[in-house]
C-alpha cells in the first residue's frame, strides 16, 4: 500500500501520536478543568502542553490566544463569520478552499457582506499590488489560503500583510502548518486557521485557530467552559470564550504526541524531506510524455503537493487504476472548485499525489513506474 | 502565611504553574476553596513569600489573591 494523500489528512502517524492517544483513553480519560481530580487536571495539563508546543512552532506569544477546534473548516469559520459584519468588504483570491468561499458566500447572502477575488494565474502566482486595488473603506478582512492543496503554491502572506497595513489578515494555514514555515510573529498574521490531523500528526477532528491580541470575534459556540459558574454569560477570557462544552481531549493528547515527534525530529528535517519528495516527484513525473503537471515546477515556495493529468485519460480513471495497485492519491476537484478554475483543470479537476514524511523513495518510484504503465494504456473511455 | 492564586482559567493556572517550577517555592494545585469563589475549577496554593513570587508570573492576569493565616482569609489588591 502507498499512502499519497497526506494533503486530505497524514498517514501513518508517528508512534507517538498512538501512544499519546492511548495513553489518555487508558489511564486519563477525565474532563479537562471541570473538576478538582486528579484525571481532570491530567486532562487539562495535555490541552495546555499542546496549546504551548503550538505556540512553540508558529512563534505565538500567548498561548491562550491558539483555541482548538473541530477542524479547519471549523476555524476558518470561526474566523470569517466571527469577523465580518453586515456590510464589510472581504479580499479573497481565487485559489481558497470552500472552506474559506461557502462561508463568504453565505455572508454575502445573508448578510450583504461585499465580496472581491483577486485572480491568480494558472501556477498559482498573485500580484500583491492586485490586493491593493481592491482595498475600499469598508474592506474588514483579506483572507488568504498559505498553501494550495491543489498545487502547493505559497503565498508571501507577510508581504501582503505589510501592504494592507490595519485590515485584518485571516491566513488559511490548513496546508502549511507543519509542513511550511509559519510564524504569526514575522509575518504579522491576524488570524491564523489550520487543521491539526494533516501536518501536525494529530488525529481526524481537531483543528485549532489562533487569534491575535485585539480582535474580537463573536464566538460559534456558547456553554459551560467550567470558568466563572456563577455567571449565565459568556466569558471574556480566552482560550474559554471560543471553547464551550467538552473539548475533544483524546485528539488533543494525540496531538501532542505528534507535536512532540515534530520536536523530536526537527520542523526543517520535515521541511526538507518533504521538498525531496516533492522534486523526485517532479521529476519522475516529467519524464512522462503523457503527464501534464500543474504548478510551476521551478518555484521553491511550493508544498509536496503535487497536481497532474495524464492526456487522454480522466482523473478519476488515473485514480481508479492507481487504487487498484494500492497507490493511493486523491483525485478530482479537492473541494476547491474555484482553485481548479484558476488552474484550468475545472471540471473534471486533477489527480493530486501528496507524499509525508513517511513516504520513501522506493515508494515513489513504485508510484512514477505505476503512472507511467497507466499513460502507455488505451483509456477505457475513448 | 498560604496563599491562593485564583486565575481565570485552567489555562493560566498550569500557565503559572509552569513558571514556577524549578524553582524554590511551596506550591500546589489544588481545588478552589469553595468560600472563595463559586468556580469549580483549581488554584494554586502558595506557602511562604507572596512578593518573591509576582515577577515570575506578573504576565499572568489573575482573578483574585487570597491570603489565609490559619484563621481569616484576606482578599489582596492585585495587578
Ligand atoms: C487549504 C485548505 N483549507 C481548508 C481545509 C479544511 O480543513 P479540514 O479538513 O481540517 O476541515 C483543507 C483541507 O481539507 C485545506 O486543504
Redo the contacts between chains.
Keep these: 500500500m502507498i499512502y499519497l494523500d497526506n494533503a486530505a489528512t497524514s498517514f501513518p502517524k508517528p508512534k507517538e501520536t498512538i501512544d499519546f492517544l492511548n495513553d489518555f483513553v487508558l489511564n486519563v480519560g477525565g474532563n479537562?478543568?471541570?473538576?478538582?481530580h486528579a484525571l481532570s487536571?491530567a486532562a487539562?495539563?495535555s490541552?495546555?502542553e499542546a496549546?504551548?508546543k503550538l505556540a512553540a512552532l508558529f512563534c505565538v506569544m500567548d498561548?491562550?490566544r491558539i483555541i482548538f477546534t473541530q477542524n479547519g473548516t471549523e476555524s476558518l469559520n470561526l474566523a470569517i463569520l466571527g469577523l465580518l459584519k453586515e456590510k464589510d468588504h472581504v479580499i479573497t483570491t481565487s485559489l481558497e478552499h470552500n472552506s474559506v468561499m461557502r462561508p463568504l458566500m453565505f455572508l454575502s447572502k445573508e448578510k450583504g457582506v461585499g465580496i472581491s477575488v483577486v485572480q491568480c494565474s494558472p501556477d498559482g502566482n498573485l500580484d500583491v499590488g492586485d490586493i491593493k486595488k481592491l482595498i475600499r473603506k469598508k474592506t474588514k478582512a483579506v483572507v488568504i489560503n498559505h498553501g494550495s492543496n491543489i498545487i502547493g503554491k505559497v503565498q508571501p502572506v507577510g508581504e501582503i500583510k505589510k501592504m494592507i497595513g490595519g485590515i485584518a489578515l485571516i491566513v488559511d494555514a490548513c496546508q502549511t502548518a507543519g509542513s511550511f514555515p509559519v510564524n504569526v510573529e514575522e509575518d504579522n498574521i491576524d488570524i491564523l486557521c489550520f487543521s491539526c490531523h494533516k501536518s501536525l500528526y494529530g488525529i481526524q477532528g481537531l483543528g485549532a485557530i489562533y487569534i491575535r491580541n485585539g480582535i474580537e470575534l463573536a464566538p460559534l459556540k456558547f456553554g459551560g467552559?467550567?470558568?466563572?459558574?456563577?455567571s449565565i454569560e459568556q466569558?471574556m477570557?480566552?482560550?474559554?470564550r471560543y471553547e464551550s462544552g467538552t473539548p475533544n481531549t483524546p485528539g488533543i493528547a494525540a496531538l501532542l504526541g505528534g507535536l512532540s515527534f515534530i520536536e523530536r525530529t526537527g520542523i526543517e528535517t520535515i521541511i526538507r524531506r518533504k521538498q525531496d519528495l516533492r522534486q523526485s516527484i517532479l521529476s519522475g513525473l516529467s519524464d512522462i510524455p503523457q503527464v501534464v503537471i500543474y504548478g510551476d515546477k521551478d518555484d521553491g515556495n511550493q508544498l509536496p503537493v503535487i497536481s497532474f493529468n495524464i492526456e487522454g485519460k480522466l482523473p478519476s480513471e488515473v485514480g481508479y487504476e492507481l487504487n487498484k495497485r494500492e497507490i493511493y492519491t486523491r483525485v478530482g476537484l479537492h473541494c476547491a472548485p474555484a482553485a481548479h478554475r484558476t488552474i484550468g483543470s475545472f471540471p473534471e479537476g486533477t489527480v493530486r499525489a501528496a507524499p509525508g514524511y513517511f513516504t520513501t523513495d522506493e515508494e515513489i518510484a513504485v508510484f512514477i513506474d505505476a503512472v507511467r504503465e497507466i499513460a502507455g494504456k488505451t483509456s477505457a473511455h475513448s | 502565611m498560604i496563599y491562593f492564586l485564583i486565575f481565570?482559567?485552567?489555562?493560566?493556572v498550569?500557565?503559572a504553574e509552569?513558571a514556577l517550577k524549578g524553582r524554590d517555592v511551596d506550591i500546589e494545585?489544588?481545588?478552589?476553596p469553595r468560600n472563595l469563589s463559586?468556580?469549580?475549577?483549581?488554584c494554586i496554593k502558595l506557602r511562604g513569600d507572596l512578593e518573591g513570587i509576582m515577577p515570575y508570573i506578573n504576565g499572568i492576569?489573575m482573578d483574585k489573591c487570597v491570603s489565609y493565616d490559619g484563621k481569616e482569609y484576606q482578599f489582596l489588591a492585585h495587578s
Excluded at chain 1, 32 to 36: A, E, F, I, L
Excluded at chain 1, 225 to 230: I, M
Excluded at chain 2, 38 to 42: I, Q
Aim: charged letters at 30%; proline letters at 9%.
Design positions: 479537562p478543568g471541570r473538576s478538582g487536571l487539562a495539563r490541552i495546555f496549546r504551548e498561548s491562550e467552559t467550567g470558568s466563572r459558574s456563577e466569558p477570557f480566552l482560550p474559554d | 481565570f482559567t485552567i489555562h493560566d498550569l500557565k509552569k494545585l489544588v481545588p478552589v463559586s468556580d469549580c475549577g483549581m492576569e
